[in-house]
């Protein structure tokens, strides 16, 4: 029996993967089962040694040109008759944009249940998942019952545990007879030297409250010195003010950062859908009543073009 663990990868294996195999990994542990990993992409050459320490034992690697995107047509084939042809009993995933897809695709195809955008799992004589649920406000423990039980976990939650440095063995698979009826030919990268959003450790993201899209550098100096991500809620994004690639909430991008700092954000309970499970919540509003102060663990009364020039000056003095 064994925990089946599906390896992200854009090019190199993505932290979500190393998060979900930490995860995975205790899961095998608890359960008694053994842990297997199946990559999809270019090549895993460079990038195996990651997977070190991990606790997985196989690593079922389909290398191709054709797969160095992911492609629904594609990938879900290839897992779908993975798990099949070794019975694994628990899948886990990232909730991911293409882990979400990824995920749902081969639960439908396996006709299992799938808890999306877990928290944590755990073993207790079957897989538990901890999952938010009415946009943040209520954390639901969901017990699988399926077989396989499949999890897809958000990116962020869960810190990446290696013990030793023993390798997997990776046992290379034959490109199997799939069509592609959507080939992607090339991924734009986002501007060089930005961080993506839902994979920062520090974001920083700015509300109605900066006044207009010309105030965005105050918001991103703080960024930039704290080495963060720049977000930003529906209000700036619905007035144009910035590019929706950087909304956090229900209907943006959900962070679990370790610091997420609202810089004139009211803290509306669709915008921390996106946010509530970062690890620190700083928030600066001049409204000492607005309802992110309700979810922060420091909150700076004021005026937020006063604060963020203060915090970015201290930020780059702390860090010399
Ligand atoms: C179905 C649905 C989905 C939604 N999805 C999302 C989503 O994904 N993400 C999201 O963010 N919202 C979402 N919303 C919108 C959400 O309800 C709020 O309208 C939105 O989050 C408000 O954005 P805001 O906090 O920037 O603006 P406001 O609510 O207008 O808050 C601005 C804040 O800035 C403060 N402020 C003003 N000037 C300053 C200053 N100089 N210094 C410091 N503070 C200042 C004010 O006190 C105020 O608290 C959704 C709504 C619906 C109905």
Known sequence: MSVLVLLEQRGNLKACALEAATAANKIAQAAGMDLIAVYIGQS???????????????????????????????????????????GAKVIIGSSSALGKELCASVAARLGVELVQDAIDVQWDSGLLAK????????????????????????????AIEKNGDTVP???????PEVSLRTVLKEAAEAAAGQIELTEAKIVVSGGRGIGGPENWPVVQDLADAMGAALGASRATVDAGWIH????????????????YVACGISGAIQHQAGMRTAKIIVAI????????????????????????????????????
Do not use: W
């Open 244 to 259: 929706h690639s950087h909304q956090v909430g229900q209907t943006g991008k959900v962070v679990s950062p370790d610091v």
């Open 44 to 86: 895993l050459a460079d990038d195996s040694a990651q997977l070190a320490g991990l606790g997985i034992n196989t690593v079922y690697a389909y290398e191709n040109d054709a797969l160095k995107y992911y492609s629904n047509d594609g990938y879900v084939p290839i897992v779908r008759d993975l798990v099949q042809e070794l």
């Open 169 to 175: 063995t990776v046992e290379q698979r034959p490109m």
């Open 131 to 158: 999952k938010p649920v009415y946009a943040g406000k209520v954390l639901a423990d969901v017990r699988i019952t399926d077989s396989p039980a499949m999890v897809s976990l958000r990116p962020n939650v869960i």
């Open 285 to 320: 509003n001049k409204d000492a009543n607005a309802p992110i102060f309700k979810i922060c663990d420091y909150g700076i009364v004021g005026d937020l073009f006063e604060i963020c020039p203060l915090l970015a000056k201290e930020v780059r003095k702390a860090l010399g």
